[in-house]
């Protein structure tokens, strides 16, 4: 009797608990390397902590701007842009968000240690006007101001001051930073426990000033960088929502009965490279001239370029083949810009002759084994291709920790990149990776040197002009002569891919973002 | 006789210096190697800052870290920081590396001791009864068994473990620790069922190896043992089967069987980290797989260090009991003759 009694309010217990609060457990690939909102530049990271902490402009659920921690933004004059904060809230430990916190939190992304000073670059000055008015001037006109904004988080100024974490850690001193690990912001979520790499745990904040889409009350975070353990803990049910799901794993997840999955466009664009600059390839057999400064050649490389298949069985479907250098979501995307020149592997053999490699060469290739989905097969796939134009491709691929210096010392002559516009606008692709690379961080990424005097004009333009017409005008012939010049040979958006119980319902941004306070556990 | 004693003591304090310095240097040496191979793993600057970094702030976060300096002069400076027993920040967590460490080892350490337990536990009997029954059908069976354990990579047998206890049968958890209890710095899984649970998986996949390795090795012993005189004289005594194999023929059996399986505590502790990667165990194996994955060279560099001197000391507890149990290693050099 008294054992029965027991169970039942065990029983009652646990079904009330589950009847009140609703916990969604999730597993990902990586863990947020921190806390601190300006740590760095990445989305697991900016995704993560966007839960805790906002910015003054948010993106809604079609990544178009919403008013965030400001309620209204306007351009005053070509360098200055005035917010109007939104009264009323506080941060998660009770002090009121002002202009202050405003100021410090922009000028904390600026300094020392701090990954975000990209967005912040042509800051002049960020000015308190009063208590809930702040105007940010720049040293040149910046129409997308408010775009650059979105993944920049607002700090307490008072609680930074209190846990001595005015700046983000810096690894170089040796002294840890209770930013990194705690968390004081104005978002839907508090931070309840964090264990890096095993566990962090999230809950809802009572006092969140706005409206939750969901019924998540907590979300439990537990990274699980082993694939197939991570489909594992799905199919067992110790998880609620996993990604990225293993393009493998696609189908046998969506044969379960309670599992679903939702696969959907990524706006990051995976292309090809190719060294347009020096007068010898650094890696190929031809030597005295570099077969890529001949346009015919790059075009060969381009129509031998089986896209179809390769989505068809490297990628599985879970790709969208572009003509682009921006994906669908990206502002100045333009779907009738997106059309790639056809697979012909007559035509691409008929220029090769053209351009007096009847017979072929031999290049080198670099590609990262570890960075983006099945990156290294797409390579292997593509070095196939080429191998039906009479070009010997030797093929390095290697983790991403050593990819990436590789290339950023331009040490390739024909190279795989994956990149995602940080403001989702096309200016950041055409600054990072198509304008000709100069010793202030434009063309970066332009990692072969593509060189259009009138692509970079148009690219300094663009970064100026206020209209939006004639911006997008601008954009659109930029990317036609980089198309018509074949800089690049772009192959596809990547597709997302999230593996979760049927009862969840959530939205799947393409920037890869997952906010908890639009996910709903009927 | 007061003078031998005082000799024998000196004589033992000298092998535990020698043994010492040898430690030592075999520290230095593993660190020296390391180093030299993080030239090779890649650059963290690159992980450390977002994809908009201009290259001047990569090549300052550089400098400032030291990286572009020659790597005789990164080790050095390692080699400075780590006598005061400051390993640096983790590049990875901006954490410290030492607290790191310490947070992770108990995960290792219950991993590798319920492994070492298990392994024990089952490779010590079957490897008698292996022996004892030798060609009766068991016995063949295990043996086939234990080949296929020490040929079997770990990283299957627990992707395969968890395809039939997580996902197919649901019994146990696939992944993590479970919950935990903190005992003043030592966080630990034993005091909880769900701590339990979460470790018999991956304390099994562990354990596969070194129970296969025990039992051809308490078998291989024991069948040694069972041709020697003494067995045979016990034989001639009368004396009952049980205790000849368990009283005499066990007993001299074991002596080998500890060393090894000391040793072995030290190589499980090293190699968890495949098993720990599968698990998503937050041990020092994931904490390392983690770091390489990232370049993260202080946490790398400490990890090294820590494993090499696990083994040395258990090394050198290894030599001092046989300078216990070895009476010969005693023995000074003009006594031979006794």
């Known amino acids: 009797m008294k054992l029965r009694s027991w169970l039942l309010a065990l029983v009652c217990i646990s079904a009330c608990g589950w009847a009140q609060a609703v916990t969604l457990r999730v597993a990902n690939q990586g863990d947020a390397q921190s806390m601190d909102p300006h740590s760095l530049n990445e989305s697991l990271q900016l995704t993560f902590t966007s839960n805790i902490y906002e910015p003054l402009v948010a993106r809604d659920k079609k990544l178009g701007l919403s008013p965030g921690l400001a309620t209204k933004w306007t351009q005053t004059k070509p360098t200055v842009w005035r917010f109007e904060l939104r009264h009323g809230v506080n941060f998660q430990d009770g002090t009121p968000f002002t202009a202050d916190d405003v100021v410090f939190s922009i000028n904390r992304a600026a300094g020392p240690g701090s990954d975000m000073q990209s967005y912040t670059s042509s800051f002049k000055e960020v000015r308190k006007i009063d208590a809930y008015t702040v105007e940010i001037e720049t040293t040149t006109p910046f129409p997308i101001l408010p775009d650059s904004l979105t993944n920049l988080y607002m700090m307490s100024k008072k609680w930074c001051e209190d846990n001595k974490a005015t700046t983000p850690v810096d690894r170089r001193k040796g002294i840890e930073n209770a930013a990194s690990f705690r968390a004081n912001g104005t978002g839907p979520y508090r931070l309840k426990e964090r264990q890096p790499s095993s566990r962090t745990v999230l809950v809802r904040n009572g006092t969140y000033w706005g409206k939750v889409d969901g019924n998540v009350d907590e979300v439990i975070f537990t990274p699980i960088g082993n694939a197939a ?108 810009q997106n059309k790639r020149l056809p697979y012909d592997v007559e035509a691409a053999k008929k220029l090769m002759a053209e351009a007096g490699y009847a017979s072929g060469f031999e290049v080198g290739m670099n590609c990262p084994n570890d960075r983006y989905v099945n990156d290294a097969d797409i390579c292997q796939a593509v070095a196939a291709n080429l191998a039906r134009i009479g070009v010997k491709v030797n093929l390095q691929t290697e983790t991403k920790v050593s990819y990436f210096p590789k290339i950023l010392r331009r040490d390739t002559s024909f190279y795989l990149l994956g990149w995602t516009p940080s403001t989702y606008d096309a200016h950041n692709a055409l600054s990072s990776l198509i304008a000709t690379p100069n010793d202030k961080g434009q063309g970066q990424f332009n990692l072969g040197s593509y060189s259009n005097p009138k692509v970079d004009e148009l690219t300094v333009k663009i970064q100026g002009e206020t209209d939006q017409a004639k911006r997008n005008a601008m954009i659109k012939e930029a990317f036609d002569l980089h198309s018509e010049d074949i800089g690049h040979l772009p192959l596809h958006q990547q597709a997302l891919a999230w593996a979760m119980k049927k009862n969840i319902d959530l939205t799947q941004l393409p920037d890869n973002y997952m906010p908890y306070r639009w996910v709903t556990v009927k | 006789m007061l ?257 090894i399986t000391g040793l072995q505590l030290g190589s499980l502790i090293a190699f968890s980290i495949i098993t720990e990667q599968v698990f998503q165990w937050p041990g020092m194996g994931l904490l390392f797989i983690q770091a390489v994955t990232f370049a993260d060279i202080p946490v790398m560099a400490a990890y090294l260090c820590v494993i090499a001197l696990v083994f040395v000391s258990i090394n050198l507890i290894v030599d001092l009991l046989y300078f216990v149990v070895d009476p010969r290693l005693r023995a000074e050099p003009g006594s031979k003759a006794h």
Do not use: C
Request: glycine share 8%; net charge positive; proline share 5%.
């Open chain 1, 229 to 336: 353990t991570r489909v594992a803990a799905l199919l067992s049910g110790e998880v609620d929502l996993m990604e990225p799901v293993p393009l493998q794993d696609v189908e046998r997840i969506k044969a379960s009965p309670a599992l679903k999955v939702m696969q959907g466009p990524e706006l990051r664009t995976i292309f090809l490279g190719m060294d347009q600059k020096r007068d010898e390839l650094l890696f190929s057999n031809i030597k005295g001239k570099n077969p890529f400064k001949d346009k015919r050649v790059r075009q060969a490389f381009y129509q031998a370029i089986d896209i179809e298949t390769i989505k068809t069985r490297v990628m599985r479907g879970a790709s969208l083949p572009t003509a682009l250098m921006v994906g669908p979501g990206v502002r100045g995307f333009s779907p009738e």
């Open chain 2, 3 to 259: 003078r031998i004693v005082v000799q024998q003591r000196l004589q033992m304090l000298a092998f535990i210096l020698r043994r010492f310095a040898q430690a030592i240097a075999v520290m230095l040496a593993v660190a020296f190697i390391a180093f030299m191979l993080f030239q090779y793993v890649g650059d963290p600057v690159t992980n450390l800052l977002g994809q908009d970094a201009t290259p001047a702030q990569r090549e300052q976060l550089r400098a400032d870290l030291g990286l572009d300096k020659p790597f005789p002069l990164q080790f050095v400076r390692f080699v400075g920081n780590a006598l005061q027993g400051e390993f640096g920040l983790s590049l990875r967590q901006g954490r410290k590396v030492s607290s790191l460490l310490v947070e992770r080892f108990p995960a290792t350490l219950e991993l590798s001791l319920v492994a070492a337990f298990l392994a024990l536990l089952l490779g010590l009997p079957m490897g008698v009864y292996a022996a004892l029954r030798r060609g009766s059908f068991l016995s063949q069976l295990l043996m086939t068994l234990s080949l296929l354990g020490v040929s079997l990579p770990t990283f299957l047998i627990g992707i395969l473990l968890i395809l039939v206890f997580a996902v197919l049968l649901q019994w146990l958890p696939s992944f993590g620790r479970g919950e935990l209890t903190d005992l003043g710095g030592w966080v630990t899984g034993f005091l909880s069922v769900d701590g339990w649970k979460h470790l018999i998986l991956p304390a099994t996949t562990l354990a596969v190896f070194q129970l296969t390795l025990i039992m051809r090795l308490v078998r291989a012993e024991m069948l040694e043992v069972l041709r020697t005189d003494f067995i045979r004289f016990a034989r001639a005594r009368g004396l009952p089967n049980r205790v000849v194999y368990f009283g005499h023929a066990l007993k001299n059996t074991l002596v080998p069987v500890i060393t």
